[in-house]
Structure formats: structure tokens, C-alpha cells
């Protein structure tokens, strides 16, 4: 239900305390978007403490966010960040929101150094697990790679290798109080819901993966109003990427599109397939074992099913097959494993 009234005084006055924030979330009102944008740069600005803060998550992780609400927080999210200065090149991302429990190995990383072995720039933003036991940025960083910020060095990236990796801490630096409180919680937030939205580089092309067809709705109306070109897809099981264990649908510029296993040429996995270990060195193993084309062939196909969205993104006059056939010469030729190689080898230097 809207607040009817607006939430903030007048004439600037903009700060509230957090006991009224709350009480109005508990009784049922939303925020607008401008209000949302202020609430979460008081947070991140250090307004509120943390059990504050935590309170604050909380009563999102039991009611939903709306349009508006999602559309302040992300600005807020935007106006702090660090700008990586790579708008001179044409950018893919590929991002999941996390969130859905399924604990798969790094599907969307993976599917980065697939698309980038294929002859695309791509800016991959990750961080930490959160919700999950693996972030992209646990297995990257298990891996040898170190993170930077340093435009000069983002941009070598992106000559050498097709691929940069933008680690969130390094470029939301007014989240760092907020970090703590996400992994203390250990569940899903409305941060989740942000992850994708807030990439520092604003890439031009995105496939996003969310928990639910709820959030991909409002992602696709927040989307549809930017002028990038994108994909949000959401498995009709609760997976936020293709996960071959089901159908899915996507929301693309285009329409909305629900793509049955069949349809695209497979048979239903079993989940256990697509688990992603215990361990961060379990995740670090299905990771290169895909990447050098020794794992299993349930894990390369989901791998090239979300690397072939992702093309199909880039190239919306192609067939789904065919971007599948590009994604698999990529891993298959090693282009793939060559783009990763490049990368750790440039974090090194």
C-alpha cells in the first residue's frame, strides 16, 4: 500500500529516525522511490546502527519490495559508487541475484569466460557469498586472482583477456558497514535484488538471473525504462539461471518468453548435478574442471545453456542454437580457458 503521504518533511528535511521507518513498514506503507534513495544513503552514509540496519533488512525479507522502493535503493547504490571509466567499450554482464538456495556451483562466472572466449567484452561484477556458501568473488579469489579497481588495469583486462572482474567491495565503498550485517544475517535481503543492477561499469548488455518471477517482473520494468539491452530469466522451479532442471523464461525488450526443456533440446537434470560442493575448493574444482572441459556433461551443458542466453542477448537475430553453438566452441576450442588464464595471469603483474 502507498504511503499517501510523502514519508520525508519538506524544505529538505530529509533524515528520519529509524523507529520511524519501521513503523511505517509495519504498517503496511511503501516508500517512493526519491524516499527509498535517501533511506539508503543515510545507511550507507552511517546514520543508523547496525542492529538498526539489521532490523531495517529484516522487514524486507518479510514483505516484498515494490517498483519504486527497488528503483531508490539501486540510485543510492549508483550515486555512491566508483566509476571504473570503461565506457569506451561495448559490455556484457552476466549476474545472478543469488538468493535461491539451490547452492549451484558459479554457473553465471563460468558462463563470462565462455562469453568472452567468444569474442565479447565482458565486465563481470561479484562479490562474496552471501546467501550462498561460493560468490564468484570466493572462487576468483581461491583461484589466484586479485582484485583491483584501478581503471588502467580494468582496461588491460579487457584487451588482453575480454574480461574484467569488478569485485563490489572495491567499488561500493559505502557499503563496507553494511557488508558485515548481510553475512551476519546469512539470508537473502533486498541487497540480493541489487547485485545486478548496480554494476559501476553500467554495461550496455546484461543477462540477469533472479530468484523469482515476482523480481524479474520488476526487473523487467525497471529494465524496459534504461536503454540497455538485456535479458532476466528466472527458472520456473525457483533457479535464477538456467538450470536444466525445468523450463524457463525470459523478459527481453522483446516480450516475455517461457522456454521448455524440449524446446531447446534437453532432458530434465537431476538438481544434484548442479550442486556446488561444500567447499570453496570443491566450487574451485567443478570451476577450472569446466573451464578445461574435464567435468561432467550436465555441468558444461547448463554452463553453455546461460553462456548462449547471454549471446542471444548480444545477438537478438540469432536462434538459441546457434548462440549455443558459439558458446560451445568457445569452451570446447579452449578459448575460454585461455580468457581466465590471461586474466589471473594480469592480476599477477
Not at 113 to 123: L, P
Not at 150 to 159: F, K, M, N
Not at 221 to 247: C, R, V
Not at 252 to 261: F, W
Request: charge should be negative; hydrophobic fraction near 40%; include cysteine.
Amino acid at each position: 500500500m502507498p504511503s499517501g503521504q510523502p514519508f520525508f518533511l519538506p524544505g529538505g528535511e530529509n533524515f528520519k529516525g529509524m523507529k520511524e521507518i519501521l513503523n511505517h513498514l509495519f504498517e503496511h506503507k511503501s516508500f517512493n522511490s526519491e524516499e527509498a534513495r535517501t533511506i539508503l544513503t543515510n545507511i550507507t552514509s552511517g546514520r543508523y546502527n547496525e542492529v538498526q540496519i539489521a532490523a531495517f533488512m529484516t522487514a524486507y525479507c518479510m514483505r516484498s519490495v515494490t517498483i519504486q522502493e527497488l528503483e531508490g535503493f539501486r540510485d543510492a547504490m549508483i550515486d555512491q559508487c566508483l566509476d571504473p571509466q570503461l565506457g569506451d567499450y561495448t559490455l556484457i554482464d552476466l549476474a545472478g541475484t543469488g538468493g535461491d538456495g539451490k547452492d549451484t556451483f558459479n554457473i553465471s562466472t563460468l558462463s563470462s569466460f565462455v562469453v568472452a572466449g567468444a569474442g565479447h567484452m565482458v565486465a563481470k561484477h561479484g562479490n562474496y557469498g552471501v546467501s550462498s556458501g561460493c560468490g564468484s568473488s570466493n572462487v576468483m579469489e581461491h583461484l589466484g586472482f586479485r582484485f583491483s579497481n584501478d581503471p588502467a588495469q580494468l582496461r588491460q583486462a579487457l584487451e588482453k583477456a575480454n574480461i574484467c572482474f569488478l569485485h563490489a567491495p572495491l567499488f561500493h565503498p559505502a557499503m563496507k558497514s553494511v557488508a558485515p550485517i548481510r553475512k551476519s544475517l546469512g539470508v537473502k535481503t533486498f541487497f540480493n535484488m541489487l547485485g545486478p543492477m548496480v554494476n559501476p561499469a553500467r554495461p550496455k548488455f546484461q543477462s540477469v538471473g533472479v530468484f523469482s518471477l515476482e523480481l524479474a517482473r520488476l526487473y523487467a520494468y525497471l529494465y524496459q525504462k534504461g536503454s540497455s539491452e538485456y535479458t532476466i530469466l528466472h527458472a520456473l522451479d525457483g533457479y535464477d539461471e538456467i538450470s536444466l532442471t525445468g523450463a524457463f523464461k525470459t523478459f527481453t525488450p522483446r516480450g516475455e518468453q517461457i522456454y521448455s526443456l524440449d524446446k531447446i533440446g534437453f532432458e530434465a537434470i537431476n538438481p544434484e548435478d548442479i550442486r556446488g560442493g561444500g567447499s570453496i575448493q570443491e566450487s574451485a574444482n567443478i570451476f577450472i574442471n569446466v573451464l578445461k572441459n574435464e567435468a561432467n556433461t550436465t555441468q558444461t551443458n547448463v554452463v553453455l545453456c546461460n553462456s548462449a542466453i547471454a549471446l542471444l542477448t548480444l545477438h537478438p537475430h540469432l536462434s538459441f542454437a546457434d548462440c549455443f553453438y558459439m558458446a560451445e566452441e568457445s569452451l570446447l576450442s579452449g578459448k575460454a580457458y585461455a580468457s581466465f588464464k590471461a586474466l589471473l595471469e594480469l592480476s599477477a603483474q
